[in-house]
């Protein structure tokens, strides 16, 4: 019986050395060493987890309990499922350097069809959830700016419609009792025009740094983790004087639904280290420093978080957390105002590499894409200058600015979430599948206890995600959707072109 053509081509793998020759042959500069790619890591780790989602998820949110004090075992659990599924990045990483991180090591295992469909959960895992944290800097710059009181009333306070998508301001009006109308200026008396300015001019203002490089996206990075660091173990210090074990009771209010919400909602915080591996083509061998980067920031960045978790579930009442920031409030609430201020600067500080480290994210893996005949090959042109993919940058970019003006920021971190949770699952399992296609092939890092930790990676990420769905409705329902638009663009686009490209 003969084979399906159509089926063939979508089945088709490309080998390791195929990944690793056009790698080998890339334009983009090789600056990184092990230390920048261990402050890229931290950078898009640390700053989401502490200052927007650890509120939500110790106190609870609309669609979901808090884990109370017991955010300790959540952050431990978030931590596991990401240990197996850093060890299976870090064989990959080691083994085909090349940009395009999960995308790239599907290709090698899965065949054409599941890498685009990888390649497109990630958009959904770096350019939605980049949307979340341009929203999360702005609330945090205001609340920074309210510290300068001789800062004009109009910088510290703006209209509303400048500051908020529209969900957003609506929330806000329906929150304080406003008009709308009375708030908010309308297009023809019937389009209310809102716009996150700070959050568009934020976005603008990295893509033109990460059109000068990834070198230099790192040192700006690395400025921003230093006082992102150094903040949060103060905070930590400080904050330990003041902690209250009778605040650790109950442990966990909500039980084990409370415990397994929380690890779902602070997972969100751990996709950084996935960053990494997308700028293995950037990295000065990257056989040695990538393994040794994704975990190393997997280590430093989970006891921060659990030392942060015990200090503000032991200074402030479960019920009295504020999830929208919950650690300058936390410094508010023991009477330690100048502190909370500082806090603010740490959380703009390190949202702001998280945003510059999700960006770069994002364009190395439609670069990679582009460069496999996904997207038009136009998209593959380096500056001439910088040697970076100058136009994806720049599309990243604006895909963020748009989403940010319409986009919830609760359901824009739940989609990423789902993403998150899925390119987990399948780079654990293609580390099984090329353990039995190519078992003699070099691998400078090896996942110990193959297949058990490919396997508990796959179990625990599966389950957090399948259990998250009893409660998140929209996100849930979005999710299949996001899923579906990548195949009909596939089918309907991507296809076609990669044909004609191939042949050519």
């Known amino acids: 019986m003969k084979e399906n053509p159509v089926f063939k081509n979508m089945m088709k793998c490309k080998t390791p050395d195929e990944l690793i020759d056009e790698g080998s042959h890339s334009e983009l500069k090789k600056t990184l060493n092990v230390f920048d790619l261990i402050v890229i890591g931290i950078g898009a780790v640390v700053g989401t987890g502490i200052f927007s989602i650890v509120g939500v998820a110790a106190a609870g949110g609309t669609?979901?309990?808090?884990?109370?004090?017991?955010?300790?075992?959540?952050?431990?659990?978030?931590?596991?499922?990401?240990?197996?599924?850093?060890?299976?990045?870090?064989?990959?990483?080691?083994?085909?350097?090349?940009?395009?991180?999960?995308?790239?090591?599907?290709?090698?295992?899965?065949?054409?069809f599941m890498a685009w469909m990888v390649g497109f959960?990630?958009?959904?895992?770096?350019?939605?959830?980049?949307?979340?944290?341009?929203?999360?800097?702005?609330?945090?710059?205001?609340?920074?700016?309210?510290?300068?009181?001789?800062?004009?009333?109009?910088?510290?306070?703006?209209?509303?419609?400048?500051?908020?998508?529209?969900?957003?301001?609506?929330?806000?009006?329906d929150k304080e009792g406003w008009n709308m109308h009375d708030m908010v200026p309308y297009i023809f008396d019937k389009i209310p025009f809102c716009i996150n300015l700070p959050a568009i001019l934020i976005v603008l203002l990295l893509t033109i740094l990460l059109v000068r490089g990834a070198?230099?996206?790192?040192?700006?990075?690395?400025?921003?983790?230093?006082?992102?660091?150094?903040?949060?173990?103060?905070?930590i210090i400080v904050g330990a004087f003041f902690v209250k074990p009778e605040n650790w009771t109950p442990f966990a209010p909500n039980g084990f639904e409370g415990v397994f919400m929380g690890a779902f909602l602070i997972f969100f915080a751990y996709i950084g280290f996935d960053a990494i591996s997308t700028t293995a083509e950037e990295t000065k061998n990257p056989q040695k420093n990538l393994p040794i980067a994704i975990l190393a920031t997997l280590t430093i960045c989970t006891i921060l978080y659990v030392l942060v978790a015990l200090v503000l579930t032991g200074i402030v009442p479960i019920d009295k957390i504020d999830i929208l920031a919950p650690i300058a409030a936390a410094m508010k609430f023991v009477g330690q105002d100048k502190f909370a201020g500082l806090i603010s600067l740490a959380a703009v500080a390190g949202l702001t590499s998280v945003l510059l480290v999700y960006q770069l994210g994002t364009t190395r893996i439609l670069y990679a894409m582009s460069r496999d005949n996904f997207l038009p090959?136009?998209?593959?042109?380096?500056?001439?200058?910088?040697?970076?993919?100058?136009?994806?940058?720049?599309?990243?970019?604006?895909?963020?600015?748009?989403?940010?003006?319409?986009?919830?920021l609760n359901i824009s971190a739940e989609l990423c979430n789902f993403g998150t949770f899925t390119s987990f699952i399948i780079v654990c399992a293609a580390v099984l599948i090329l353990r039995k296609t190519e078992p003699d092939r070099p691998r400078p890092f090896k996942v110990p206890f193959c297949p058990w930790f490919?396997?508990?990676?796959?179990?625990?990420?599966?389950?957090?995600?399948?259990?998250?769905?009893?409660?998140?409705?929209?996100?849930?329902?979005?999710?299949?959707?996001?899923?579906l638009c990548g195949v009909l663009i596939y089918a309907g686009y991507c296809y076609k072109n990669k044909r004609e490209k191939d042949a050519v």
């Not at 499922?81 to 991180?101: D, H, K």
């Not at 945090?140 to 529209?166: H, S």
């Not at 910088?386 to 748009?402: C, E, N």
């Open 215 to 235: 070198k230099d996206s790192a040192k700006f990075a690395s400025i921003m983790v230093g006082v992102n660091i150094f903040i949060i173990t103060s905070f």
């Open 121 to 173: 959960i990630l958009m959904l895992e770096y350019a939605i959830g980049n949307i979340t944290v341009a929203c999360a800097w702005t609330g945090y710059l205001f609340q920074l700016l309210k510290g300068f009181p001789f800062l004009p009333e109009w910088l510290i306070n703006p209209p509303i419609w400048l500051v908020n998508d529209f969900r957003s301001a609506a929330a806000l009006c």
């Open 377 to 408: 090959s136009c998209l593959q042109n380096l500056h001439p200058k910088f040697k970076t993919p100058v136009a994806l940058t720049w599309i990243s970019g604006i895909i963020v600015i748009l989403g940010s003006l319409f986009m919830d």
């Open 63 to 112: 669609d979901s309990v808090g884990a109370g004090p017991a955010l300790v075992i959540s952050m431990i659990i978030a931590a596991v499922a990401c240990v197996f599924s850093a060890l299976c990045y870090s064989e990959f990483a080691s083994m085909i350097p090349v940009a395009g991180s999960a995308y790239t090591y599907t290709y090698a295992t899965m065949g054409e």
């Open 454 to 483: 490919p396997i508990l990676g796959i179990v625990i990420c599966g389950g957090l995600m399948l259990y998250s769905m009893k409660f998140l409705t929209v996100s849930r329902v979005l999710f299949p959707l996001w899923l």
